[in-house]
């Protein structure tokens, strides 16, 4: 492994234009649970409805009502305790410290848990949103929620009075163009992609790494097990990011 560490510092060190990519494999110990683990949600309540978007287009006040009375169901419920009590850990810190040091131009992340945003990270794509944050169905148009409790149904949007939803991505609802346009013309600078506590299976966020890939980008991989990416990279980091992070920082430091 410390020989991969010292290859991954190379190639990081000698790319101009870094990515890197982040999954639930980061926010694993910031106890934010998986969906599709051993302890994940879907796995310990199911499959949730797989038409929650057009359940929230059809009468959009009662599923605020259901939310604001939390009657949403079990799942939903866990998730929100969860996201609600989740503290950033040090694999999103030496992120945040790898862009202070330019080694990171873009940050694209699948987590909702709006934890890159809180340690501070700035070039930060949330390609599945962001249950911090609300967004207006019509225009894109964003505004933090603040306070954790919800108590009242968001106001229509500043910019075109269309109805406000979280930014989380649900079932069924296509990705913000904004943000898969920017994800994109990202991908096209990387001259090296880092992939971090991620399957590498759902796309869009999955379909980036083979565009990257085709561009000839150097693909580095940290995550705990093998995944269906695994045999393209030019290197690979077996473990938890919060221990490898760390390390590859000090390597990075040293060199
Ligand atoms: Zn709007």
Not at 88 to 112: R, S, V
Not at 116 to 143: A, M
Request: aromatic share 8%; net charge positive; proline share 5%.
């Amino acid at each position: 492994m410390v020989n991969n560490i010292l290859e991954a510092t190379k190639i990081i060190n000698s790319s101009k234009y870094i990515v890197a990519v982040t999954g639930a494999g980061i926010s694993v110990d910031s106890g934010v649970p998986t969906f599709q683990g051993t302890d994940g949600l879907w796995t310990r309540f199911g499959k949730p409805s797989l038409n929650s978007y057009s359940d929230f287009i059809k009468d959009p006040d009662k599923w605020w009502l259901k939310e604001i009375k939390y009657t949403s169901s079990p799942y939903i419920n866990e998730l929100r305790r969860t996201l609600e009590l989740a503290k950033p850990n040090i694999g999103h810190k030496i992120l945040k410290l790898m862009e202070d040091l330019g080694l990171i131009k873009m940050l694209i992340t699948q987590n909702i848990d709006g934890l890159h945003q809180d340690v501070g990270s700035r070039n930060l794509i949330e390609i599945h949103g962001s249950r911090k944050k609300f967004r207006c169905i019509g225009c894109n148009w964003r505004k933090d929620r603040g306070e954790n409790k919800i108590s009242k149904i968001p106001d229509p949007c500043m910019k075109c009075g269309k109805i406000m939803k979280f930014d989380s991505v649900m079932f069924g609802e296509p990705i913000p163009k904004d943000v898969l346009n920017s994800s994109r013309d990202s991908i096209n600078y990387a001259d090296c992609v880092l992939s971090i506590g991620t399957s590498s299976t759902v796309r869009p966020a999955a379909g980036l790494f083979w565009i990257a890939k085709s561009q000839n980008a150097k693909l580095i991989e940290i995550n705990i097990s093998p995944t269906k990416l695994t045999k393209f990279c030019d290197v690979v980091i077996k473990g938890s990011t919060s221990e490898i992070l760390p390390k590859l920082f000090d390597s990075l430091e040293n060199h």
